[in-house]
């Protein structure tokens, strides 16, 4: 069965880095948006970033300029870059894929999530 995979979470200071990595298995079909969201205790989840096969990159307004999405095609694999973190940026962080032809904005598979903890 599909499977997506979080891993990189981690405590880093405030200022400082991490990179996420998605692994995405199971039989998919090539993935065509790749998108990470992230939720805070208490909080609504909140779009992050998405990026389209094509390599068209939409970000939230609270990460652009500090986060960037890729994603390695031939490995199944997606990536967020943090830079920047701060303590607001605390959260699980979750990736999603979706591997049909039209995307109407929702995912079909999505993973268990990493948690990022910022500390000042």
């Known amino acids: 069965q599909v499977q997506v995979v979080e891993s990189g979470g981690g405590l880093v200071q405030a200022g400082g880095s991490l990179t996420l990595t998605c692994a995405a298995s199971?039989?998919?079909?090539?993935?065509?948006?790749w998108g990470w969201y992230r939720q805070a205790p208490g909080k609504q989840r909140e779009f992050v970033a998405t990026i389209m096969s094509g390599g068209t990159t939409n970000y939230g307004d609270s990460v652009k300029g500090r986060f960037t999405i890729s994603r390695d095609s031939d490995k199944n694999t997606g990536y967020l870059r943090m830079n920047g973190l701060q303590v607001e940026d605390t959260a699980v962080y979750y990736c999603a894929v979706y591997d049909g032809d039209i995307w109407y904005g929702t995912f079909d598979y999505w993973g268990q999530g990493t948690q990022v903890t910022v500390s000042s």
């Open positions: 199971g039989g998919l079909r090539d993935i065509t948006v």
